[in-house]
């Protein structure tokens, strides 16, 4: 399964971004999405999931200002991301699981994306 994120780039505080990850594989609609984000000298942490029902869960740290979204026809997982903030700052993947309930962990994802950079500037 193939998970290439785009949309990163660089923004002001209090901007906003769209994250993208198409997925190539025909089962999509099967798997639970997750976005995590690594930020420079940190572990990668969980940032929101879907399920394939479009169910929902997001940390608290972005609860509120990232909505995350999937289009099941274009096999394509989204993270609308508003109101940012420099802390916001990192590496953004995209990773599928292949469990059917929603999970922040990272070892229950069997594959992930290669990650876009998003940097919010004060």
């Known amino acids: 399964v193939q998970l290439p994120a785009s949309g990163g780039g660089l923004v002001q505080a209090g901007g906003s971004l769209r994250l993208s990850c198409a997925t190539s594989?025909?089962?999509?609609?099967?798997?639970?999405m997750g976005w995590f984000r690594q930020a420079p000298g940190k572990e990668r942490e969980f940032v929101a999931v879907?399920?394939?029902?479009?169910?929902?869960y997001y940390a608290d740290s972005i609860e509120g200002r990232f909505t995350i979204s999937r289009d099941n026809i274009r096999n394509t997982v989204y993270l609308q991301m508003n109101s940012l903030k420099p802390e916001d700052t990192a590496v953004y993947y995209c990773a599928a699981s292949t469990r059917t309930l929603l999970t922040t962990l990272r070892g229950h994802y069997d594959y992930w994306g290669q990650g876009t950079l998003v940097t919010v500037s004060s």
């Open positions: 879907i399920d394939g029902g479009g169910s929902t």
């Open positions: 594989g025909r089962t999509f609609s099967n798997y639970v």
